[in-house]
């Protein structure tokens, strides 16, 4: 087999393996066809895709401008860029390499999916509104889309953030979530919301959204036996070894609540309900795994128009204390107390939130 032959070889099963996410053996591959064939823009671009989905974006970003140069007609190769750039916390630089892939291909939703969320965070909410309804009309995806257009525009307002969103973000912020949450944005729901418990203590307690396990470091001598779940895979790993769970699952909150075999003497929510809008469902599943006496605590942020629950441009849901009362309520389940302090900050502005305390009789 001659070097150009074998070089397409090596990239064709790169591919494959790409299509399989088994993104390793896919960089090996495009390595290998490299070596043949050095500065082949399309190989270059699938190695730059490549480390992307490695969580290699300084790398995946060189390769990358090395094959706009080379092409500078390919708008894929543009994308990824825009990708990598933006994930290496450089977004203006994103945002042009955005633009100019879009300017080569107007029909990447992935693309303008990027472009509206690079300008939602620089601030120019309407521009990226427009980007959301691009995505959309040439076939991107149309919950996530659809939940970016909700929080900027209004509309229809989604039941939940979607989930790949939420495990993508949390897998991404796992390594520097705790830093980030307890020092730069004051967090302290955990803390507070097992103080409100007073001297009780607990024969089981269930984390939902545990995070890096905060709340289960709350809990020590306070529950002979917690068990966290959340969704996302990396905050998973932590909680499980931060060491103060008897269990920690990966699942969506819901499921792993109707699924549920076993009751629970304290359940705990803390800024989660951030990420689901409807709660009706799943605190009618906190109350069927609570046990008689049992108590749910959780935090939300407080909406401030008067709507039961309102979806923020920051992406996260608020929800009124009407609505939380009326919760209670249909979901059979006593007020201890509500108590209204900011959850955290944002930009260094207190977040106004609503701390509660529920019982089951």
Known sequence: MDTFEQAKDFFLQGIAHYEAARFEQAHAQFEA?????????????????TRIKLGRFAEAASVLEEATQLDPSDGQAWAHLATALAELGRPEQA???AEEALRRNERLPAAWTLRGTLLRDLGHADQAAECFRQALEHGGDAQLNGYFLAALAGGALPPATPRPYVQALFDGYAPGFEEHLVETLHYRAPEVLVRGLGERQFGSALDLGCGTGL?????????????????????????????????????DLLEFL?????????????????????????????????????????????????????????????????????????????IIELAEQPVREDQRTPIAGLFAWLAKP
């Open 215 to 251: 709340v289960g470091e709350q809990l020590r001598g306070r529950a002979r036996r917690v068990v966290g779940v959340d969704l996302s895979h990396g905050m998973v790993e932590r909680a499980r070894a931060r060491g103060a769970y008897a269990q920690v699952a990966q699942a």
């Open 258 to 334: 109707r699924a549920a075999d076993e009751s629970f003497d304290l359940v705990v929510a803390a800024d989660v309900f951030i990420y689901l809008g409807e709660l009706d469902a799943l605190f009618a599943q906190v109350q069927r795994v609570l046990a008689p006496g049992g108590v749910f605590c959780f935090t939300v942020e407080l909406a401030a128009t008067g709507e039961p629950i309102e979806l923020r441009p920051s992406l996260r849901y608020a929800h009124s204390r009407v609505y939380v009362e009326s919760l209670a309520r249909s979901s059979g389940l006593d």
């Open 95 to 97: 945002l042009r390499c």
């Open 33 to 49: 066809s490299l070596s043949l064939l050095p500065r082949r823009a399309s190989t270059l671009t699938n190695l730059g895709a």
